[in-house]
């Protein structure tokens, strides 16, 4: 069945409020996800965003683990917190905040050229990325990274052109179901924003098996669209990818794996 994208950013959201009146989570908090004891400026700012009605610190989500497992690897001085998708504004305070480094209240010229900022989201979280990198540009912060994960944008919202102050993007998709994830990313500006790929998944040949924590409704209606959040293989790439970024070696190329090529359209 061919779905038009407004009635399918419908039937995401109805799904998606469906499945968070369906689950009763239990989430524990994750103290480390979000939480730098320092008074120092963070060396490099990593922002997640979560999908649908997901709490910043479930455990069961890709968002929420990748960010565990980031701040227990990245180097010293990283800054990373998850939000929900519906925060974008306070995700967007707590970057200026940060990039403050005198404390004055304002953002000089030197502070924002300083910024080192890496945005990644899953499913409406994705699409919240590209939305608050888009903020960012209008204030003139540079943007290192963004990573989308079955992009699901809200209506009349594009996830699908990235801002030109950001360095480089990528698209992790998959086509199966219900809710698909956003095909294809491009550049507004192709001279100032490296595309890295719009990596397909597909699940109906390579299917993950994800923990309990998700619904039934995220187990047989939208299948497809859960793996994307839970696949270790995905995730370790998103993780490659910034993990590049935080520790920038010269020689480095930012590729996918052999098996996931990015699909040109």
């Given at each position: ?25 239990t ?12 008074q ?16 910043h ?76 990198a ?14 989308q994960?079955?992009?699901?944008s ?23 179901g ?7 990313i ?7 924003t ?47 990818l ?9 020689t ?14």
């Amino acid at each position: 069945m061919h779905c038009s994208v407004p009635f399918r950013i419908l039937l995401a959201g109805s799904v998606a409020i469906l499945a968070f009146s369906a689950t009763s989570p239990t989430p524990r908090a994750f103290a480390s996800v979000g939480v730098v004891h320092s008074q120092e400026t963070p060396s490099s700012i990593v922002i997640g965003f979560v999908g649908g009605f997901v709490r910043h610190d479930n455990p069961h989500h890709g968002a929420v683990l990748f960010a565990q497992r980031l701040q227990e690897r990245a180097p010293k001085g990283t800054y990373v917190q998850v939000f929900e998708n519906r925060h974008r504004q306070a995700a967007y305070n707590t970057i200026i905040r940060l990039l403050d480094r005198n404390h004055d209240s304002v953002l000089s010229e030197e502070e924002k050229s300083q910024a080192r900022v890496i945005l990644y989201g899953q499913s409406w979280g994705a699409a919240t990325a590209v939305l608050l990198a888009r903020q960012l540009n209008r204030a003139g912060i540079p943007v290192l990274l963004t990573v989308q994960v079955d992009s699901v944008s809200k209506l009349w919202r594009d996830d699908r052109t990235i801002p030109p102050n950001v360095a480089a993007a990528a698209n992790f998709y998959q086509r199966h179901g219900l809710v698909r994830g956003q095909p294809q990313i491009v550049a507004a500006d192709p001279a100032r924003t490296q595309i890295l790929g719009n990596f397909l998944f597909d699940y109906k040949q390579s299917p993950v098996k994800c923990d309990e924590g998700y619904s039934w409704l995220d187990r047989h209606v939208t299948p497809s669209h859960m793996q994307s959040e839970c696949d270790p293989r995905l995730w370790a790439q998103v993780e490659e990818l910034v993990r590049q970024r935080l520790e920038p070696q010269p020689t480095a190329v930012a590729v996918a794996s052999p098996s996931q090529q990015p699909v040109d359209k």
